[in-house]
């Protein structure tokens, strides 16, 4: 049986003042085996923040700057284990979102996104389509907390929760 850990962030927004990533999602980040991060990171410190935390994949969101968009797609596709995850920043208006995430992304069996900073996990009855929106834990804008994802693949199959961090 093969499993693997995924930590999946979005829209930190950092810096901005003195604002940092909460102890929780820190150490979440670190005990995953994959960190995600679906953009809005703004700048190129905060890759390498969290690339001294662990194995990062993460595309440019629309509030980066020119450095990050420069290094870093708008989009990808991250293998992990047996499942295909689609990340891109900015999914779109909800009406038809998951058949838009489809066609962007055919072959995945999950896709993450964020700028919206509302976490939001749906799943596609048809095709099994999975789409999660992890929030943001350091710019919650409207929210009622914090929040980031944590997903598991094992067998072949994904599982997404969103973790409050208060």
């Known amino acids: ?26 150490a979440r980040l670190q005990a995953a085996d994959t960190i995600i991060h ?3 990171l703004v700048t190129r410190a ?7 935390l662990g194995t990062v994949a993460a595309i440019h969101g629309n509030a980066d700057d020119e450095e990050v968009r420069a290094l870093l797609p708008d989009r990808i596709e991250v293998a992990v284990e047996d499942v295909l995850v689609g990340v891109v920043h900015n999914a779109g208006p909800a009406k038809n ?5 489809r066609k962007h992304f055919p072959h995945a069996h999950a896709v993450i996104f964020g700028h919206s900073h509302i976490p939001l996990l749906e799943l596609d009855p048809v095709s099994g389509l999975q ?3 992890p929030g943001s834990p350091t710019d919650k804008r409207r929210q009622p907390q914090h929040t980031m994802g944590w997903a598991e693949v ?9 973790i409050n961090l208060g």
């Open 1 to 26: 049986m093969s499993e693997s850990t995924i930590a999946v962030i979005s829209d930190t927004h950092l810096p901005r003042g003195r604002r940092r990533l909460p102890d929780e999602c820190v």
């Open 38 to 40: 679906a953009g809005d």
């Open 46 to 52: 905060v890759l390498e923040e969290l690339r001294g």
């Open 97 to 101: 979102r998951l058949e838009r995430l």
């Open 131 to 133: 789409i999660f929106n």
């Open 154 to 162: 094992r067998d072949g199959e994904i599982s997404f929760e969103i």
